[in-house]
């Protein structure tokens, strides 16, 4: 259960799993500060933090969290650690019991706690509200500089409005939404001389109003980085997923001069995973989401410069430089290069998507729709991770999840844990042998058609959302007589470059073979699942991208 007022007021909020104490803790914090805050009330971890980014996204400051620590599934200590991801300025209070002190004072260096209030704490003011009126002051102190929201109009069911909200939300960049049919989303068309035939219309902080905005200028206008500060580096990523923040974060960290080139958001398609329960450190799980905002934080700390909205079209070798390309004529250069472009979803091809994409039906997992799924019944497309992780997402909210599979299990490509997750919720069932035959609908998807694959029958049945995860198509086009790759676009590297009877491939130039993840193009190296024969994980792409930059290293020294 979570509960958020309406008016617009900082935040206060309170995490006890215990309903009684839950709503004690409320009850008391209303009576001090319900005039001047808003007073949000969780009874989860899970519920706490799907509020925050909720708060985050509107562009609301969040002053004080108060989180009790005996909390199942997820602790005070570790609620309040991905809490910090989302709001750091946030002073953060650890509810304990007597029992619990030492476990708060070993909280102080995980989470850098501001204080611990022992249960219970009557009269609270003694206990409770002059700890809170510290807090507050110091918070009012502080540089928490509140941020000017990104204002977005336009309609529910808009395959480009949808986009411009998913951009936003992917990039970390607050935003307010509202209805073109709504009075505020009204008045601001207004404002902006607009009659509602072209949306979205975006509303940047500084008041300029942007008319279905391209993503290139929507990043510029809203803070991202667009353009690379020099011409030439050490290394250019192109890829802002999991390989590719990891090859950025070891490559700045080494004193390499290094830029990222991400065409839409950093994460990739890890980055749409709502949660990954397998990433090595994270016993609880973490958000793609979360994953790939401390990687970019990590980056940038060491110094790595990441492009956004940058789409890469060519690259071109000229004796020690390899340059790369982009749609706008731009270039920059080189000494190496890391491919670390990652794989798309592939699109279903069936009569009536293409029309609603984005008007009910989404490829990947499209976050920013989930609060509109709240009760409904849900289709999602596909047997692999990302599919279960949407599923058991979804599945908290939604009144049915139904998984469609065209094999006859999950097992060929979904790990154990979440095929047993998925078994043990109540509400999401498994259609093995089932394909999406065609989906019906005027101004949004309102039904399917699903065929047997083994039978051949067919079945139409009422759905309002789909979202589809099917395949693994690598975006690798654009690197078409350069770099070689397999039957499927895939990437060759390394022993996989080698002739039957082990030389380098043709062309090659160099008295070495290949690096282990280096193309036939020595310099240009590969990582993640852009590569042939890659694991498709989380953790062996971060891990190709470290070993990416080592390699680098190594072909910098004989160069």
Not at 267 to 296: H, K
Not at 533 to 549: D, P, T, Y
């Amino acid at each position: 259960m979570t509960e958020v007022a309406e008016a617009a007021r900082t935040v206060i909020m309170t995490v006890d799993d215990d309903p009684g104490v839950s709503r004690a803790v409320a009850r008391d914090l209303r009576r001090r500060y319900g005039g001047s805050y808003r007073i949000v009330r969780a009874e989860s971890g899970e519920s706490a933090l799907d509020a925050l980014r909720e708060l985050k996204l509107r562009g609301d400051l969040v002053a004080v969290i108060l989180a009790d620590y005996r909390m199942p599934q997820m602790t005070g200590i570790e609620f309040l650690e991905q809490a910090l991801d989302v709001y750091p300025g946030a002073r953060r209070v650890l509810l304990t019991a007597y029992a619990d002190t030492n476990a708060a004072i070993d909280a102080i260096n995980v989470v850098d706690l501001d204080h611990y209030l022992l249960k219970p704490w009557d009269p609270p003011e003694e206990k409770l509200y002059p700890v809170l009126d510290d807090l507050l002051e110091a918070w009012r102190s502080s540089d928490f500089r509140p941020v000017p929201s990104t204002k977005v109009v336009g309609h529910r069911f808009s395959a480009r409005s949808s986009e411009v909200r998913e951009f936003l939300a992917r990039n970390q960049v607050p935003y307010r939404w509202y209805s073109a049919d709504e009075p505020e989303g009204r008045r601001l068309l207004a404002a902006a001389g607009e009659d509602g035939q072209r949306l979205p219309l975006v509303v940047t902080p500084d008041g300029a109003p942007l008319v279905e905005p391209e993503a290139p200028e929507l990043a510029a206008r809203v803070g991202l980085a667009t353009t690379p500060t020099a011409d030439f580096y050490d290394l250019v990523v192109i890829g802002g997923g999991p390989a590719g923040l990891g090859a950025a974060v070891y490559g700045a960290s080494e004193g390499l001069r290094t830029v990222l080139v991400e065409r839409s958001a950093t994460g990739g398609q890890a980055g749409q995973s709502s949660r990954i329960e397998n990433y090595l450190g994270f016993p609880d799980g973490v958000s793609g989401a979360q994953l790939a905002e401390r990687a970019r934080r990590q980056a940038v700390k060491f110094g790595a410069e990441l492009l956004t909205a940058r789409e890469v079209t060519g690259l071109e070798i000229s004796g020690a430089a390899r340059t790369v390309r982009f749609s706008d004529g731009s270039s920059v250069s080189a000494h190496s290069v890391l491919l670390a472009t990652g794989v798309s979803y592939r699109q279903l091809a069936a009569p009536g998507l293409t029309e609603l994409t984005g008007k009910g039906v989404y490829y990947g997992s499209a976050l920013t729709e989930a609060p509109s799924c709240l009760g409904q019944d849900i289709y999602i497309v596909g047997g692999a991770n990302s599919a279960g992780q949407a599923a058991m997402y979804l599945s908290k909210g939604a009144k049915s999840v139904t998984l469609l599979v065209r094999g006859p299990d999950l097992s060929a490509s979904m790990s154990h844990y979440l095929i047993q997750q998925i078994a043990e919720a109540p509400n999401i069932s498994v259609r093995t042998g089932t394909v999406v035959e065609a989906a019906h609908g005027s101004d949004r998807l309102e039904q399917l058609t699903l065929r047997d694959t083994v039978t051949g029958e067919t079945e139409r049945v009422d759905a309002q959302w789909m979202f589809v995860f099917i395949g693994a198509a690598p975006l690798t086009d654009w690197l078409e007589g350069t770099v070689l790759r397999d039957e499927r676009g895939f990437i060759l590297a390394g022993p996989d470059l080698m002739t039957p009877d082990g030389r380098p491939p043709a062309g090659w130039e160099l008295d070495r073979p290949p690096y282990h993840l280096e193309t036939n193009v020595p310099g240009v190296f590969v990582a993640g699942d852009a590569r042939a024969e890659s694991a498709k994980r989380v953790a062996s792409a971060v891990g190709e991208g470290a070993m990416a930059v080592m390699l680098v290293h190594r072909y910098l020294e004989q160069s």
